[in-house]
Structure formats: C-alpha cells, structure tokens
T-cell receptor, first 112, second 115 residues
Framework: SQQGEEDPQALSIQEGENATMNCSYKTSINNLQWYRQNSGRGLVHLILIRSNEREKHSGRLRVTLDTSKKSSSLLITASRAADTASYFCATDSGGSNYKLTFGKGTLLTVNP | GAGVSQSPSNKVTEKGKDVELRCDPISGHTALYWYRQSLGQGLEFLIYFQGNSAPDKSGLPSDRFSAERTGGSVSTLTIQRTQQEDSAVYLC?????????????FGPGTRLTVL
C-alpha cells in the first residue's frame, strides 16, 4: 500500500503563481523527501526534511512537516514553465531509513 | 561527477522472453536500489543492496525477478519469462549512507515494454 499520498493529483497554474502540494502518510517516519520527475523518467531529489524538523527552505522551495498530522507540504514560489513536472513525496518505513515508499504524485502544469 | 546510469534506455520484448537491465551507480555509493514505476503510478520498491550485506529482496513481485550486484558496483535486474504486466519503467538509485544523508540519486530509467 502507498505510504505517501499526494494531493491534488493535478494542479494547473500560471507562471509567477505559487504552487502548493500536500502529502499525507500513515506510519512513523525518519525522513520525508520530495522528488520531481519530468516526462516519466528519472527522478530528481529536491529536498529532505527530517522528522525533528518543521520547515526547510531551498531556493524557491519551502517544505513543511507536521508529524502530529502526518502530513507535509511543498510550496514552489514564483513558478516557471520549467517547473512543469510530477512531484512525489517519499517516506521511509520508520524501521528502515532506506526503503522509500512513494505516493502517486501531483502533476503540476505551469502555463506560460 | 557522473550520475547513475542505466541501460538500455528502452527495451521491447516479447512475452515469455528474459530481459536484463543494468545499473551503474555513482562511484563510491555503497547502497543501490531498484524501483518499478507503472503507468501513472508512484514508485514501487523492488530490492536494496548495501555493501556486502544480504540484499533486501522484500519488494520483488515474484520469483521471476532477481538482481545481482557484482563487486559492490554494477547491478543487473533480471526478469525471466516476462509478462505484459511487467511493462513499466525500472529505475535504479544509489546513495551513500556513510555521508550522513539518506538522499537517493536516481538514474534515467529503463522503459520496458512486453508485447
């Protein structure tokens, strides 16, 4: 079964707008990671947030983690057409920090 | 430095044939992972190698699937007697747990189509 579940499944915005994607998970975790995938091929790691962290920034990305609600959000500010991709959250299985479980992803389309 | 590479990038095969998919991890990375991604789905964990430890094969969907990692570097995922439901993108990743990060770096994947 999927550990991480992203919502929305699809999001379409205009260039310059902010995009927010959410991820919920079911069991305890050590880390939560966000990945981007273009055209159904290789994934690019965006950011990792540990269970004892609440917020993390990287460039135009902001990730929050609420372990009490078992949820995370990814915010992309000032979006660009090049941000068009699928975004996945991935959680480890608590007991092992290597076996990542991915959600089905959010397809983000940024219209120029 | 070079990232994770995979070959072939695309593979079309007939039902019942065996296929081998190759993964070259990032040099120095001791951990290697295989995942499968079916159309419109997230990634499904298949197998994990770490150094000389016994691999975690818990994600392999059937005994038709096997993987080896020779010399602690290159890995081969073998699917025997392929079925149409094996059609997917197979992704390999590597990481360096000793560096203190759990970040997995992914290759471009092999798109397998079973006719």
């Amino acid at each position: 079964s999927q550990q991480g579940e992203e919502d929305p499944q699809a999001l379409s915005i205009q260039e310059g707008e902010n995009a927010t994607m959410n991820c919920s998970y079911k069991t305890s975790i050590n880390n939560l990671q966000w990945y981007r995938q273009n055209s159904g091929r290789g994934l690019v790691h965006l950011i990792l947030i540990r269970s004892n962290e609440r917020e993390k920034h990287s460039g135009r990305l902001r990730v929050t983690l609420d372990t009490s609600k078992k949820s995370s959000s990814l915010l992309i500010t000032a979006s660009r057409a090049a941000d068009t991709a699928s975004y996945f959250c991935a959680t480890d299985s608590g007991g092992s920090n290597y076996k990542l479980t991915f959600g089905k992803g959010t397809l983000l389309t940024v219209n120029p | 430095g070079a990232g994770v590479s995979q070959s072939p990038s695309n593979k079309v095969t007939e039902k019942g044939k065996d296929v081998e998919l190759r993964c070259d991890p990032i040099s120095g990375h001791t951990a290697l992972y295989w995942y499968r991604q079916s159309l419109g789905q997230g990634l499904e964990f298949l197998i994990y190698f770490q150094g000389n430890s016994a691999p975690d094969k818990s994600g392999l969907p059937s005994d038709r699937f096997s993987a080896e990692r020779t010399g602690g570097s290159v890995s081969t995922l073998t699917i025997q007697r392929t079925q149409q439901e094996d059609s997917a993108v197979y992704l390999c990743a590597s990481s360096s747990p000793t560096s203190g990060t759990d970040t997995q770096y992914f290759g471009p994947g092999t798109r397998l189509t079973v006719l």
